[in-house]
């Protein structure tokens, strides 16, 4: 059960993390030396705060126990995120990509609170699940990286070939470490979902009855079909050297509208996610 302390900390997190994200675009408007240590705060602030909840819940009813609710899945999916933004200047060249990270981390810890009294469903599969999840998690914190950096990538790239100025909101990455990462986050994030498809069937496949009830699962349906589309968009990205550039990039963006499409498909129609 969430408690009302759990609800008020996560609110306090997505108001540091707005605040974040407005202050990493504050830039567009005039520039401001407090800036950047006020963000670094506020985003220490949402890590700490999510943290805090998460380990408490997981304390107190399991690790299982607690991502069988969305809630928790979702809080460690924008801390991931928040995470990576606050990593971003200091992994290779990846400078300003968190002024496009914190708006994301801020909409999906935002989402959290849309799955409060929904439906848990119970299935005795504890060692699989955990990691199933955990992979699951990771992948979609890839993809959803990945998609950033692409959505950077096209941008920048246009700006470059209409001979604009680079934005005022600071010096984006160059377009190579764009691509590289997210070429190569996609590639991770397909890895983990391979392992967490293959985590969740060896969970229900000792349950006919539950292997049933999965195999129908929209959810599920969809993403055995997304996951043959990444194979194939993988493959002809090894195999085709002039799949890059702009084309890799829409590749890391079609990632992350496919994973928000997973999360409504989830939400709205899946009876066992």
């Not at 609170?113 to 992979?135: D, Q």
């Not at 190579?176 to 496949?205: K, Q, Y």
Request: proline share 4%; glycine share 8%.
């Amino acid at each position: 059960m969430i408690t009302t302390w759990q609800l008020i900390l996560s609110a306090a997190v997505l108001a540091y993390l707005v605040t974040a994200a407005v202050l990493a675009l504050l830039p567009m408007l005039r520039r401001t030396n407090w800036r950047v240590p006020v963000m670094r705060v506020m985003v220490g602030h949402a890590l700490a705060g999510n943290i805090v909840v998460l380990v408490w819940r997981a304390w107190q009813a399991g690790a299982d126990e607690a991502f069988r609710h969305s809630f928790d899945s979702i809080l460690l999916f924008a801390t991931l995120l928040a995470g990576l933004a606050a990593l971003s200047p200091v992994i290779g060249r990846l400078g300003a990509l968190h002024v496009l990270l914190l708006p994301v981390a801020a909409a999906v810890q935002a989402s959290a609170f849309m799955t409060i009294g929904e439906h848990v469903v119970r299935l005795p599969y504890k060692p699989w699940f955990i990691a199933h999840m955990a992979s699951m998690i990771l992948g979609a914190t890839c993809f959803a990286a990945g998609g950033v950096a692409g959505v950077a990538y096209l941008w920048v790239n246009r700006r470059l070939r209409n001979k604009q100025p680079q934005p005022a909101l600071g010096a984006m990455p160059p377009l190579e470490s764009l691509e590289v990462f997210g070429r190569r986050t996609v590639a991770i994030g397909f890895g983990l979902l391979t392992f967490g498809i293959l985590t969740g069937i060896c969970g229900v496949a000792h349950n006919t009855e539950q292997w049933r009830l999965f195999a129908r699962d929209p959810l599920v349906i969809f993403t055995g079909v997304m996951w043959l589309l990444y194979a194939a968009a993988l493959l002809g990205l090894r195999l085709k050297p002039d799949l890059r550039g702009r084309r890799a990039a829409w590749l890391a963006v079609w990632s992350l509208v496919l994973l928000m499409f997973v999360f409504v498909l989830a939400d709205v129609f899946s009876q066992t996610h």
